[in-house]
Every structure is written in C-alpha cells, then in structure tokens.
Nanobody
Framework: VQLQASGGGLVQAGGSLRLSCAASGRTFSSLAMAWFRQAPGKEREFVSA????????GYADSVKGRFTISRDNAKNTVYLQMNSLKPEDTAVYYC??????????????????WGQGTLVTVSS
C-alpha cells in the first residue's frame, strides 16, 4: 500500500486546514486508517482513526471537537478536517493504514503502512 499525504501548510491560530491521504496498491475499503503527528523533539502521537466503513471513529482528547476524520472509499482517500487550530497542533502529520479494517487502535505499532508526512505549522 502506498500512502500520499497532502494539504499541510502555514495557518494562523484559529484557522482551518484539511489534510488528505490518497491510497493505492490495495483495496482501500479493507483498511482502517489513521492520522498521527510528530512535533519537533517529541514522539509521534495518535490523532484520529476511522474504520473501513467510516462507521467508527476515534480521536485524541487534544483534538476532540476540533478535528474530524472522514473517508471516501470511492476515491481511496481519507481526510482530516482541522478547525480552531492552535500553535500546539504544529507537527508533521502522517497517515497510516491498518490491515485489520474494524480496529481503531491508537498504537503506531499496529499500522503496517505509512505516508511520508505533511507539515502543519500554526502561528500564534
């Protein structure tokens, strides 16, 4: 599976961005998908996950109510809508795929495939 993340950029605090992650190489609908992020000097952390159908989602407490994950299986793409962005959201955001389609795991070790990352910078 190849994952290509896009949509990062520079935004002011309070602004919005939408990240996209396009998948190829395997039936997209057989994968659970997630977003992780890694800020400078920090470990990679879970942001959000979505099951194969989109029927189940999960969020880190730090983004709940501000970020929304969704997917379009017809377009082989998962999205992360980020609203009310804060400077502490600044990080490289990675999309990841899990071959267990119903699982919403927060452990990075459970994801077999990773995209290259897209940088999100939130200025104060």
């Amino acid at each position: 599976v190849q994952l290509q993340a896009s949509g990062g950029g520079l935004v002011q605090a309070g602004g919005s961005l939408r990240l996209s992650c396009a998948a190829s190489g395997r039936t997209f609908s057989s994968l659970a998908m997630a977003w992780f992020r890694q800020a400078p000097g920090k470990e990679r952390e879970f942001v959000s996950a979505i099951s194969w159908s989109g029927g189940s989602t999960g969020y880190a407490d730090s983004v709940k109510g501000r970020f929304t994950i969704s997917r379009d299986n017809a377009k082989n793409t998962v999205y992360l809508q980020m609203n009310s962005l804060k400077p502490e959201d600044t990080a490289v955001y990675y999309c990841a795929a899990d071959r267990t389609p119903w699982r919403l795991t927060r452990s990075s070790y459970d994801y077999e495939y990773w995209g290259q990352g897209t940088l999100v910078t939130v200025s104060s």
